[in-house]
């Protein structure tokens, strides 16, 4: 898998992730693996099947024009293109986790198609508990008025921490700002 973070800074919306394509075993895939694109008004960074991204390439897809349409749309898309599988509860699944940014907010949907806005930060991903635990930290030392560090600062050191103890989580890290 890999890790990917979102963040929302005043009107700003920030996602970061890891470049690391790695196999079901773990082994390292030597690819360019981008896991963020943009595709109209919406940022899309993405953990799992590198194929789960590119099917939402402007190229191949047209994001409805309100966010609670994205996953039916992203649903329909995957079907389209033999991209989707069915859970142990027979229900639809991919491979696939999206943090999206538009409209200075930020949504996760998770690989059985739910929509979840989110508050203020999130990460997806095999790397994710490692972001959360650096987020949190840092947003406990902003809010306690002992340190001051820039969204970009705080995306990349969780990043980091994913990056040190997921294997399927490594370097460059690429963050974009919407």
Same mark, same amino acid.
């Given at each position: ?137 840092? !947003?406990?030392? @902003? %809010? ?6 820039? $969204? *970009?600062?705080?995306?990349? #050191?969780?990043? !980091?921490?994913? @990056? %040190? ?6 370097? $460059? *890290?690429?963050?974009?700002? #919407?």
């Amino acid at each position: 898998m890999s890790t990917v973070v979102g963040l929302i800074d005043g009107k700003d919306v920030y996602i970061g992730a890891d470049s690391r394509a790695s196999t079901e075993d773990g082994d390292i895939r030597p690819i360019i693996c981008n896991k963020i694109l943009r595709n109209g008004k919406y940022l899309v960074g993405f953990t799992g099947s590198v194929r789960g991204g590119q099917v939402l390439l402007p190229y191949y897809f047209k994001f409805p024009k309100h966010v609670y349409l994205v996953p039916d749309y992203i649903r329909e898309q995957f079907k389209n293109k033999g991209c989707l599988g069915v859970s142990e509860n027979n229900t639809d699944a991919h491979g696939c986790n999206y943090i999206i940014a538009t409209q200075g907010r930020l949504y996760e949907i998770l690989c059985d198609f739910q929509l979840n806005q989110i508050e203020s930060f999130t990460s997806v991903g095999s790397g994710s508990h490692y972001a959360f635990g650096s987020l949190i930290t840092t !947003k406990m030392l @902003i %809010e306690e008025g002992g340190c001051k560090i820039t $969204p *970009i600062e705080r995306i990349t #050191l969780a990043l !980091k921490a994913a @990056i %040190e103890y997921d294997s399927s989580t490594g370097p $460059p *890290i690429v963050i974009e700002k #919407l």
